[in-house]
């Protein structure tokens, strides 16, 4: 079972995976962020992602995207991750790909401070 920290930084909300980044409790760190004290609608959400086996198959980016589609209006429908080796980057951008199906702007990064720009003000390096 993956877990998670939840928080808020200013106007971002945060999910940091402690082990590796899943489905299996994506809704529910989903459902904690948003019931986090301070969490208001339209915050955009950051997820930060350990390195420590993005591996999920096609299916299950698929399904991750549906999933991220029920709680997209939440979050203004931005949503980052960053990722620290390149074959997560790749998954997350096919995890980007099925994320635009729902409309949602979700990109991967390869360090937070990119994420953070992109998401408070559009900056579109990675």
């Given at each position: 079972?993956?877990?998670?920290?939840?928080?808020?930084?200013?106007?971002?909300?945060?999910?940091?995976w402690i082990d590796a980044f899943g489905l299996d409790n994506l809704e529910a760190a989903l459902n904690q962020v948003t019931h986090t004290p301070?969490?208001?609608n339209g915050m955009p959400l950051l997820i930060v992602e350990p390195g420590t086996g993005l591996g999920p198959s096609p299916k299950s980016l698929e399904s991750s995207a549906a999933v991220f589609g029920d709680f997209a209006s939440h979050f203004g429908n931005k949503i980052a991750m960053t990722v620290s080796r390149d074959v997560h980057f790749g998954l997350g951008r096919m995890l980007e790909a099925y994320c635009e199906l729902h409309g949602i702007a979700f990109r991967p990064f390869r360090d937070a401070q990119t994420a953070r720009q992109w998401l408070l003000g559009g900056v579109l390096n990675r």
């Open positions: 079972m993956n877990r998670c920290k939840v928080s808020l930084d200013g106007s971002l909300a945060i999910i940091e301070g969490f208001h």
